[in-house]
């Protein structure tokens, strides 16, 4: 993935006007586990969300495989997301009516994958997440560590390119939050899907093998 | 991805059971309320119009012209045998009745009123119109000596009278001379139908024709119509065989009962109007709340990638599903309300002085046809697509990111 001199300004020419990235230039190669630092107000969700097709920036381009995909419509931008990547939000996010089987297997569905391919995934990765005795329950019924382990499942079991996760520790307690880091860098070395947080926890900055700071929506450090 | 759409509408169908199930009972209950109204409604007017048919006018009436306009004798049919010989060869006419009927002054020891006698065979408009089951009192025949009378409901109650009293008929012969003719109250009749009740007395035929001084001859021939469908085509054939004749249909001779009918369409439009109206607006509430209070599951599942379309089918599904509960357990209570009301009536006899007066039946029996199940569907299916509108516009317009934003910002 590329970005290319991208700018996004939220509210432009008015009195509200909002500089929240400046001139950013980035490559994420395949398989890396970087991310993106920062003080509240910095850009970094902004930018989570344009490499995220979530958002278009206000100019520059994202490449993704050579494709650009800054310039893609809304209906190509939903079915690149579908297809290609996974989100983590940080307010776990999972659809209630539906049981954690169903959630997994949700996007599986979506992209007509085989019932019984779905099924061994289901439990494939109920096992690395350590999941298998609460799939037939509720979102409702489960914790909030057992949720995000839940939203982390269904973000890759479609085994997308790439994986965006957004502050996904910040409802977490410490032993919660190192467990999910350590079942994400588990998935991330055992299937090579890139992963990209948002977040400025220490322990997910420590586990990173790449961090990018940002400040005031510019590029400052990317080590 | 129709069936994740099926099972997700379904799930959040559910979610809020007590609103769902009381939009579910508003649709029952307006949808029931409805065709009972519409089939009582139509039960009504069949019931006028068939009145008026059995009778009076049959399907198709024959009048000498003018007749109608000037009703004297001058403007009669003659040669009546020659008309039913023809009339005979007609395969599409079941039965007809030939009636001669006169109007003049009817006085009994009470009171005297303008009035008409009408000759009749019983024989015929037995078979006609079963005109024996609209006998009160007395019974269906003219006496031994066959100088019986039948007198009409309303106005044996003008003139006093009961069966077994006289009554003296004066009019005017085909001579222009001024006769008098007395009969003995055979039988009293009530057909609803308010120009025969209120002024007719029926005798036999031979008596009036004598009474008279006219043979072979005939003011009306009132014809029945094996196939509704044919009634117009027969209308032709006849003007063509008899045009010297006014040939004139039942709606054509009282137009009345179809204004009737129209304005009772009008209050089922009406109806179904309201029922539309409570079905959208119901559906529309559920399901407005329903999809701003899950805006931001919806924002996720687009988020994530999941087809716009999908969500929008997912949506419809949610109101139809309530549309067709509603619909399936409205008509089915509908249904079970009118077979009750088609077989057993309604009784409103405490109000049949009034009903009586626009000829109405004190017990009211409901038609029942399967068009208004189909009307009462698209009713519910236009209601259901309609609520969704405006619900799917917010979800068109919203950006995911917006929505989540309040946490990822």
């Known amino acids: ?223 | 991805m129709y069936k994740i759409a099926h099972h997700l509408a379904w799930l959040n169908l559910w979610r809020r059971k007590a609103r769902s199930l009381l939009v579910i009972l508003m649709i029952i209950m307006s949808l029931s309320g409805l065709l009972a109204l519409q089939g009582l409604y139509d039960g009504m007017i069949t019931h006028l119009i068939n009145t008026t048919i059995r009778s009076d006018s049959g399907e198709i009436s024959l009048y000498a012209k003018e007749y109608r306009l000037d009703k004297s004798l001058d403007h009669i049919l003659s040669h009546v045998s020659q008309v039913e010989e023809e009339l005979s060869r007609i395969k599409e006419i079941s039965t007809y009745s030939v009636r001669l009927e006169q109007e003049g002054l009817i006085a009994t020891a009470h009171k005297s009123l303008g009035g008409t006698l009408k000759g009749i065979s019983l024989e015929n408009e037995k078979s006609f119109g079963r005109f024996d089951t609209f006998i009160t009192k007395g019974t269906y025949s003219f006496g031994r000596k066959n100088k019986g009378a039948l007198v009409g409901s309303a106005l044996a109650d003008k003139l006093h009278l009961k069966v077994g009293n006289r009554l003296i008929f004066t009019a005017q012969d085909a001579n222009g001379e001024i006769n008098a003719i007395s009969f003995r109250i055979s039988g009293i009749f009530k057909t609803g139908n308010p120009s025969l009740d209120e002024n007719t007395v029926f005798v036999s035929m031979e008596n009036i024709s004598q009474f008279l001084g006219l043979t072979e001859s005939a003011t009306q021939i009132a014809l029945r119509i094996k196939e509704a469908d044919s009634i117009k085509k027969v209308q032709k054939e006849l003007q063509i065989l008899f045009p010297y004749a006014d040939i004139l249909r039942w709606d054509e001779l009282y137009p009345l009962l179809i204004q009737m009918r129209d304005i009772m369409d009008i209050f089922n439009l009406t109806s179904y109007a309201i029922v539309f109206i409570i079905a959208a607006l119901g559906i529309f509430g559920v399901i407005l709340v329903s999809v701003l209070e899950r805006i931001r599951e919806f924002s996720i599942m687009l988020a994530i990638g999941t087809p716009y379309k999908m969500v929008r089918t997912q949506i419809l599904l949610e109101a139809s599903f309530l549309g067709l509960i509603g619909y399936i357990a409205g008509t089915f209570l509908g249904w079970i309300l009118l077979i009750y009301m088609a077989t057993a009536g309604i009784d409103l006899r405490s109000f049949k002085a009034g009903l009586e007066l626009y000829g109405y039946s004190a017990i009211m029996y409901a038609d029942i046809h399967f068009y208004y199940f189909f009307q009462a569907f698209f009713a519910v299916f236009f209601a259901t697509l309609l609520s969704v509108l405006w619900p799917l516009h917010i979800l068109k317009r919203i950006k995911p990111i917006q929505i989540i934003q309040g946490k990822m910002l």
């Open chain 1, 1 to 223: 993935m590329k970005l290319v001199h991208i700018y996004k300004t939220f509210y432009p020419n008015t009195p509200k006007e909002v500089k929240a990235l400046t001139d950013i230039n980035l490559t994420f190669k395949k398989g890396e586990f970087t991310t993106l630092s920062g003080e509240s107000g910095s850009g970094k969700t902004t930018l989570l969300n344009l490499i995220g097709g979530l958002d278009t920036p206000t100019s520059g381009q994202i490449f993704l495989d050579d494709q650009e995909i800054s310039a893609f419509s809304e209906t190509q931008m939903a079915k690149l997301r579908l297809k290609n990547i996974g989100f983590i939000f940080q307010a776990y996010n999972l659809i209630q009516v539906l049981t954690v089987r169903e959630n997994i297997g949700f996007i599986m569905q979506l992209l007509k994958f085989d019932d019984k391919e779905i099924d061994a995934r289901i439990s494939e990765l109920a096992s690395i997440l350590q999941i298998e005795d609460i799939l037939d329950k509720l979102p409702g019924e489960i914790s909030g560590g057992q949720q995000q382990r839940v939203a982390v499942a269904r973000a890759v079991a479609s085994r997308p390119k790439l994986i965006l996760a957004d502050e996904p520790t910040a409802n977490l307690d410490s032993k919660n939050s190192e467990r999910l880091m350590r079942m994400l860098r588990t998935l991330n070395e055992k299937e090579h899907i890139t992963v990209i947080f948002a977040s400025h926890d220490k322990y997910v900055l420590e586990q990173s093998k790449r961090i990018i700071v940002l400040d005031d929506g510019v590029v400052i450090e990317d080590r």
